[in-house]
């Protein structure tokens, strides 16, 4: 089957973006993954790092040109990051560890995989509406599960930012796991941060993948989003895949000039390749970040 994939992050009203978004793919298997650093906790846009750089990693090593088990694999990448994470903070002696949400999907003869930490989100969109999406690890999702708080509570109550799970931190992350899903022509899978999702109901998100192929889709709906937040709104990010042919290309000019500023891979012959945000402008970050891949080289070599 051929796939349309794009991803974008954007700062959005944060004096900094701690979201990271990523993908790796092979031949025969395609890894994405969405980070979003706690802002309470700190430098979050650390552990949204080590997440991609872990994930990314493990997959790029272990496709070859596809995973032995794909529900292992999430497991281990997930609790491999979380591990790292920590380490990174005992390391350097931080006051509070780093921690961060994720979803990661993985697809693979035909099927999507995907496992979430925290409030991020995956949609699965059918051809003719929403087919599935991951339950938020939040204290407003539990009022609204135990029937105290509805769904259009989710973005105004005053817990809407308490998550109970993380990725990093003393606790082990509950990560919770699809079971493998048949993918079929037309699907859409949308993995985005709070800031992006927070912004739209699903049908509004469907109407506009609809129309569009997935790279100006995602475009408008950024814009959209960025727009309803105001000046200080959060991070926005997004990774979006089409199965089977994309919308036709349209004109940017009839789109009141949309910023079209992402990247867009087209998925028809993949050739073990991998696309990640690009890395950290901070110094400070950056410099953090070489470290810890330092010392996972290190980790993997003396376990050779």
């Known amino acids: 089957m051929k796939y349309s994939l794009y991803q974008e992050s954007r700062q959005g009203g944060r004096k900094s973006n701690q979201d990271r978004v990523g993908h790796a793919y092979t031949s025969e298997a395609i890894c994405m993954a969405l980070a979003d650093g706690m802002g309470g906790h700190a430098h979050g846009e650390v552990a949204a790092q080590v997440l991609m750089d872990v994930v990314l990693g493990m997959f790029e090593k272990l496709a070859r040109p596809r995973l032995a088990d794909v529900t292992e694999f999430l497991l281990d990448g997930v609790y491999a990051a979380h591990d790292t994470i920590n380490t990174y903070a005992s390391s350097h002696r931080m006051a509070d560890t780093p921690r961060t949400t994720c979803v990661v999907c993985v697809i693979q003869d035909g099927q999507a995989w995907w496992a979430h930490v925290g409030d991020s989100r995956l949609y699965h969109f059918g051809p003719n509406g929403l087919r599935a999406r991951t339950r938020d690890h939040s204290a407003i999702q ?27 931190g003393f606790m082990l992350p509950n990560i919770e796991l699809s079971p493998g899903v048949l993918l079929g022509d037309g699907d859409v899978l949308l993995m985005a941060s709070d800031g992006f999702w927070s912004q739209f109901k699903p049908d509004e998100m469907l109407t506009t993948l609809r129309v569009y192929p997935v790279r100006v889709a995602v475009n408008q709906l950024l814009e959209h989003a960025e727009f ?77």
């Open 142 to 168: 539990h009022l609204i599960d135990d029937g105290l708080a509805s769904e259009d509570e989710i973005t105004s109550h005053p817990d809407r930012n308490k998550l109970y799970n993380s990725v990093g």
């Open 228 to 304: 309803r937040a105001g000046d200080y709104g959060d991070n926005l990010s997004v990774v979006a895949l089409r199965c089977g042919e994309d919308r036709p290309e349209v004109d940017p000019a009839a789109l009141n000039d949309f910023k079209l500023d992402g990247f867009t891979t087209e998925l028809k012959a993949l050739e073990g390749k991998a696309a990640q945000q690009p890395a950290m402008s901070d110094r400070d970050i950056d410099k953090a970040i070489e470290e810890i891949q330092a010392a996972l080289l290190k980790h993997q070599l003396e376990t050779k």
